[in-house]
């Protein structure tokens, strides 16, 4: 049987606050009677669609589940294997959960499920990923089909009637139709994957918010060495963490003054802002982007990279093992700037001292303000703010921090 090239399974790696968006979901503003009117008003139905139907709609692009998406994949050929078995047999599988768009009736966006349909995909060799045209792989059931390909079985006259099962199974999808707004939709993302593997809430994002500024992201994070660092992989991230550190870095660089304490609202607003003027600002936002790697190597340069984007620990005297997204917006925000970049570097020794100190102080404001509700308005401020006051004093140089007036960050630029 051929070889298959498989996908390398990257070392997991966890942040601190990996539910961050819940904190936006369970303190969200908007009242319980309009949200209950919304839910009322949505259709729900389920359909039995045939495993060939499915891929029909993935080929005609009805379902989305675009190139882009498929180079982040999440299973190994086990697991895949044994889901593509289980189909076989015609075992209970989990449903699809698909929405349909109110103005791209037709199609639909996954709202549960990506995986599993990247699998059906990939088995009957029609993606373009490097688990195309996988060979079964430890099967409970069929361990006589190990080794073989879709194209294998079906070029064997004794196997290939096993197809027919698999092309004519039907698999149970629902479908949501009729919401009105994005947020009713990412509340039902969010409890489909209460009980799962959290997933990034990006990856529903790219496809409400479509467009060349998203795709730039996404190409741009598969590129940037600096994230395959971070996430310690060589790989696309399968919850695409590494698009949303990157989104969250340029979001804060551009528009920090427009932020009102909701993460996701804000990484939405700056999707459709960015998609809306590429065009003006393609080359000003790929030069934003690469200062990002710039950044990073700074940090690493000053912090060693086991210990990049961590809470100092006076009581261990070492740095924390989980990551921290709050920690990595505030470095790469001032690092991001060559002339502070360097400056740090320069100063390797006494810009370590001060961030232990932050860290260390009794009653610690920035030790909170990355730990706490690290989405709020407040929080956001006070880390940026003592972060920027404490790399002024210790590089001796001049620029502006962010500001807090009338619970509103205000910000102007640094020079």
Known sequence: MPKQKLLEKPEEVIFDKEDEYLDDELESNEKPQSILKEISEIIVGSTDWTTTSILDLIMRENIQLNPRFQRRDAWDITRKSRFIESIFLGFPIPEIVLASPEKRRGNFIVLDGKQRLLAILQFYGMSETPNDSFALVNLEFRPDLNGYTYKDIKNDVVLSPVLNVLDTQTIRT?????????????????????????????????????????????DASIKNQALRTILKSKNPDPRMRDVELLLRYVALYYFLSDYRGNLKKFLDMTCEKLNNNWDERKIEIEDTVSEFENAVQTTIAIFGEENIFRVWSNTSNTYRKKMNRAILDVMVFYFSYPEIGQAAKNNKERVENAFKELCSSPNSEFRDAVEKRTTSIRETHTRLSL?????????????????????RIIFNGLW
Request: neutral net charge; aromatic residues 12%; without cysteine.
């Open 387 to 407: 972060w920027g006051k404490t790399l002024r004093k210790v590089l001796n140089l001049e620029f502006y921090v962010p500001e807090l007036a009338d619970n």
């Open 174 to 218: 629902t479908l949501i139709r009729n919401w009105r707004t994005e947020s009713l939709l990412y509340k039902v993302f969010l409890r489909l994957n209460l009980e799962n593997t959290p997933l990034s809430p990006q990856e529903l994002r790219q496809a409400l918010h479509p467009g060349d500024f998203v795709n730039f992201l996404d």
